[in-house]
């Protein structure tokens, strides 16, 4: 479904700031697949997001979706087939348009625009049942700016707007990190039941140890560019938080480990 091969990824090259992400990195995920990545920071979990939405351009390397090369395919043409939410709830939405304009944005992603009206009044009502089954109380307030919302509201309803268009790929960037916790564990519900009505492969990185082994079918721990870990299924619900901080730790993984969150 999604496959890396080779890539090579260097920031700063040739000066003092050099930094070298990615060398030699080749990855695999299967249609269907709900991947968590867990890591320290700097360890390539974003940078790996931002290159295959083409947020990023790399240096070297093929990516390869659903079998077509993309990898000089700017990142416009690659939002057709790829959704993204971000850790800041402002960056998927239109905050000054109304949760209706929004909506009817992620509607007609991808499809030619006309002369016609950019709102179909006959797809109110379809808008209305998607926003009922966040349980947010939104389908009651479609005319409303979404700068009103609050923080989890507008994730919710980036959330949605990310799959409408039926993407190939769902990419999510920390996308809870910005919450408080109540409301995160909220929006993680939405997005599990969002993702088992539709069954979107995706990929979502997250510094949530506990949310990482919750969630989705396989796990992967990246550290300076390379993957140190990757289980799936059986193997993936056997693990605890303790294991994995015993990882870190072996691996003299330390940026993460006074950071608590990853406990939660």
């Known amino acids: 479904m999604l496959k890396i091969q080779a ?21 695999e995920v299967k249609e269907g697949d709900f991947i968590t990545i867990i890591g320290s920071n700097g360890a390539g979990k974003s940078t790996l997001l931002n290159i295959i939405s083409g947020n990023i351009d790399c240096d070297e390397g093929i990516i390869e979706l659903n079998g077509k090369d993309v990898s000089n395919i700017g990142e416009f043409k690659r939002a057709k087939l790829i959704g993204r939410v971000f850790q800041n709830p402002s960056l998927g939405v239109a905050p000054n348009m109304t949760i209706l304009e929004n909506l009817s944005l992620a509607d007609n992603k991808g499809k030619k625009f006309g002369l016609g009206l950019g709102i179909t009044k006959k797809r109110i009502p379809y808008y209305e049942s998607l ?14 700016k979404v700068n009103l919302l609050s923080g989890g509201q507008r994730q919710a309803l980036t959330m949605l707007m990310a799959v409408m268009s039926e993407p190939k790929l769902l990419l999510l960037d920390e ?17 599990k039941k969002i993702l088992k009505d539709t069954n979107i492969t995706t990929m979502m990185v997250t510094h949530n140890l506990k949310q990482a082994i919750k969630t989705g079918n396989r796990l992967i721990m990246m550290h300076r560019g390379k993957i140190l870990l990757d289980v799936r299924d059986k193997e993936k619900s056997e693990l605890t938080t303790e294991k ?17 969150s990853l406990l939660i």
């Open 7 to 27: 890539l090579h990824k260097v920031f700063n090259e040739n000066t003092i700031n050099e930094n070298r992400v990615f060398s030699n990195f080749s990855f």
């Open 131 to 144: 926003l009922k089954e966040l349980d947010l109380g939104l389908e009651g307030k479609l005319y409303n």
């Open 175 to 191: 996308h809870t990190a910005a919450l408080d916790p109540k409301t995160s564990i909220k929006i993680m519900d939405i997005t």
């Open 244 to 260: 994995l901080m015993y990882l870190f730790k072996d691996a003299n993984i330390k940026d993460d480990l006074s950071d608590r």
